[in-house]
Structure formats: structure tokens, C-alpha cells
């Protein structure tokens, strides 16, 4: 049986233009993809990340235009349908003016007090 | 019981930007002295931590020539890394993220460097008593 791992992020768009996602959750698919199981913990600002309609399209550089733009919003939902669970902190949500009406379908909520037995239903616990 | 354990680290910081480098590869000495099998899966930008032409310099603030400042190079530190850990009994699995490397145009590493994927994190991570990720900031 392999490990269940619970990979957490908590520092949003460090990168996200440029390599057109996160690599976070980037590397949760291809390792869901090689077998792998996971869950995702969003925590801090990176709750934003569970936001609907997020458009980072239109970055034009010089004479660069980015023609393909991060879309967080499908990774995450992408993610959910591989079977990989992804929650927020609910506190995290609510700091930031968030309302749970905002955040894609199927995200769980988690309060700071209930992190510590969700980490106890995972194997592992990555963080990045 | 057996002392000898297996590891997998993943790091994703590339060299002379911040102190998580050097804690990373201090730990990973510790296990190769211990003769651990260890995997490094080194993501994103962590990539350019074995990049071959990585090149020593003087400094002229310091008022020394190149060969006086003896500038260390992590390319140094992960070929040496590669045989303490044989030495004591272990091993070092060194892996590159592939397509991290591709966009950063690192494909020149110091040897014993290898070329991998995500799947190989998560097969070595399985297979690991413990793993540590250490992520960027």
C-alpha cells in the first residue's frame, strides 16, 4: 500500500507566471500520475489559490505575450478529479474577506483546530 | 537491528541565494557519513546546485586572488557528497528534474547526476524510512 501524503502549500504565486502553475501542485499530478496518493492543504494566502474565476491572462513582456496562462483554478479542479482531496484552512479564508460561496466546488474546510487530526489521516506530510 | 536507513530529500533552491542550500546539503552529509542510501530530487531551480561551469572567482573586496578565496562551489560539494557516501557504505541518488533542467538549460552536471521525474521522488520517497521536501521561499 502506498504512502498517503498530505502536501501543503502555504506561500502562493512565487513562480506561477513563469512556469505557468505552481510547481507544488504541479508535481501532486504527476505524482498522483505515477501511482501516488495525496491530499493538498492550503493554508495562508495560498487559499487563494481555491478562488474561482482567477484570470491571469493577458502578461505581455517586451514583445512576449504569455500565450498560456497559469489556470490554478483547473489544476486544482483537475486535481480533486484524480481523487486527491483538497482543503483550506478555514480561518486562513475567512482573514483574507473570502466567503466559502467564492471557492471552487468540492474544496473541504478545515478549521485551524481540526489541521492537526487531518495531518493524523496521512502517512507523510510534505511541505512546500 | 539494522542502522542503515533510507532517505529521500527534495529541495528546490538554487545555489548562493539563501541559507536553505547549505542546511540541506549539511544534512544530507550527515546521512552520507552515517552510510545511508540517500535520494536527492532536486526541483526547480535546485537544478543548477551540479551544473558543471559553475566557476570559482576572486574577490577583490575580500583583497584575495581567485585561488585565496577558494570560493566553494555546490557542484564541488555534490561530487563530494556522491563519494563520501559510497565511502561510508551508502549511497547518493542524485536526480535532476528533467524538465526543471530543460527550461533552466542546466544539462551539464558534474558526474553521476541523473536525469528524472516526478515518479522518481514519489518511488524513492515510497521506499524511504523518512523524506524531507524543503521548499523555496
Request: charged share 25%; aromatic share 6%; hydrophobic share 40%.
Amino acid at each position: 500500500m502506498p504512502k498517503r501524503i498530505l502536501q501543503i502549500i502555504d506561500t502562493p504565486y512565487r513562480c506561477t507566471l513563469e512556469e505557468q502553475d505552481d510547481p507544488a501542485i504541479w508535481i501532486t499530478h504527476a505524482m498522483r500520475g505515477a501511482g501516488g496518493e495525496f491530499g493538498l492543504l492550503l493554508r495562508g494566502s495560498a487559499v487563494n489559490y481555491a478562488v474561482k474565476g482567477q484570470d491571469a491572462a493577458g502578461l505581455t513582456i517586451g514583445g512576449r505575450k504569455q500565450t498560456q496562462p497559469p489556470r490554478l483554478e483547473n489544476d486544482l479542479a483537475r486535481l480533486m478529479e484524480k481523487d486527491v482531496p483538497v482543503y483550506v484552512v478555514q480561518e486562513d479564508v475567512e482573514e483574507r474577506g473570502l466567503s466559502a460561496g467564492e471557492l471552487l466546488p468540492g474544496v473541504h474546510s478545515v478549521n485551524r483546530t481540526g489541521v492537526a487530526a487531518l495531518f493524523g489521516e496521512f502517512d507523510a506530510i510534505w511541505h512546500w | 537491528m539494522s542502522d542503515k536507513k533510507k532517505i529521500t530529500v527534495s529541495i528546490m533552491d538554487g545555489p548562493f541565494e539563501n541559507a536553505r542550500t547549505v542546511t540541506a546539503l549539511r544534512l544530507i552529509d550527515i546521512a552520507a557519513r552515517r552510510g545511508y542510501d540517500i535520494t536527492v530530487f532536486a526541483y526547480e531551480g535546485a537544478v543548477s546546485l551540479a551544473f558543471a561551469k559553475q566557476t570559482p572567482h576572486a574577490n577583490a573586496v575580500h583583497g584575495r586572488d581567485a585561488a585565496e578565496e577558494d570560493h566553494p562551489l555546490p557542484r564541488e560539494w555534490v561530487a563530494s557528497l556522491i563519494q563520501t557516501a559510497s565511502a561510508n557504505g551508502g549511497s547518493l541518488d542524485w536526480i535532476n528534474c528533467g524538465l526543471c533542467v530543460d527550461e533552466r538549460g542546466m544539462s551539464e552536471a558534474v558526474p553521476g547526476i541523473r536525469r528524472g521525474s516526478p515518479a522518481d521522488l514519489w518511488k524513492a520517497a515510497d521506499a524511504s524510512d523518512g523524506t524531507l521536501t524543503i521548499g523555496t521561499r
